[in-house]
């Protein structure tokens, strides 16, 4: 667990690191949740907890009926 934590927390740093000098508070905060959501879709989709984009549209198509 405390392997994880400080891979979390040394990937946050660098991408608050890559980002330009003058961002903003909620700039910065924009590219962590962007980030995450990144690399808990690689983790979906290593564990094959995805979808194809055929079966999305069919999904889309059955909410809009």
């Known amino acids: 667990f405390r392997r994880v934590l400080f891979r979390s927390k040394e990937r946050m740093t660098e991408v608050i690191q890559d980002q330009p000098e003058d961002s903003s508070y909620e700039e ?16 979906d ?21």
């Open 28 to 43: 910065i905060l924009r590219e962590l949740a962007f980030e995450t959501m990144i690399t808990q879709g690689l983790k």
């Open 45 to 65: 989709s290593r564990e094959g907890k995805s979808i194809s984009n055929e079966e999305m549209k069919r999904r889309i198509n059955a909410w809009q009926k």
